[in-house]
């Protein structure tokens, strides 16, 4: 077991915020050459570290505390009205939960998410290899859970099973559905599993209070937020 005290850690030069116009940021990466463990990424986890692929990081942005690691706790939470409307108009979506893996239908509706509503950013164009190297992980506990609506996949919440709750990593979705909300849909569904498993938290990743893509975070309440080495509501 890797003791986290002797972990060593990176950090990226500065780069452009992806979140905040005008601004830089600064990634502070877990040694890639590490061995995390389950329980390594649980604690990681637990101090506000999020995966990406193999890599693990957070935020390191000097003179700037605008991403705040926020979890669910799943016991405390009460589904909005609308939210049960939601939930009822997607009474016809089947959700199942599958190993993490590549799959050509996976990746074509990933492309088409990505294309439409990530045109514009680091991550476009989308590629196989970028699908791969971003989702899934050598030591992670991953699942894909896949909303199908009358047999075609609509959308894939991409989540890491931790002993003491799930990290929900990415969502990606059928861009022409709209009117079905599927990424709030895919936040309720992972909601309601951890309760079925009987797992405290599902940790949401970043929350930024300028920045519009992060807001619909807002919605689940109530939220944790992990500042000054503790998580508070």
Known sequence: MTDLSTLRFFSTPAHSCSYLEDRLATTLFVDPNADITPELYLELSGIGFR????YLYRPHCRGCQA?????IPVTLFTPRRSHKRLLKRNSDVVVTREPARFHPEFYRLYARYIENK???????????????SFLMSDWSDTQFA?????????AVAVLDQLSHGISAVYTFYEPTLPERSLG?????WQIELCKSLELPHVYLGYWIRDCQKM???DQFKPLEYFTDGHWNQ
């Open 67 to 71: 991403c705040i690691p926020v979890r």
């Open 184 to 188: 709030t849909l895919a936040v309720l």
């Open 215 to 217: 807001r619909y975070k």
């Open 118 to 132: 990530h045109g514009d950013g680091d991550m476009f164009p989308p590629s196989e290899e970028q699908f791969a």
């Open 51 to 54: 995966r990406s692929g193999d």
């Open 146 to 154: 896949c909303f199908r609506l009358d047999g075609k996949l609509v």
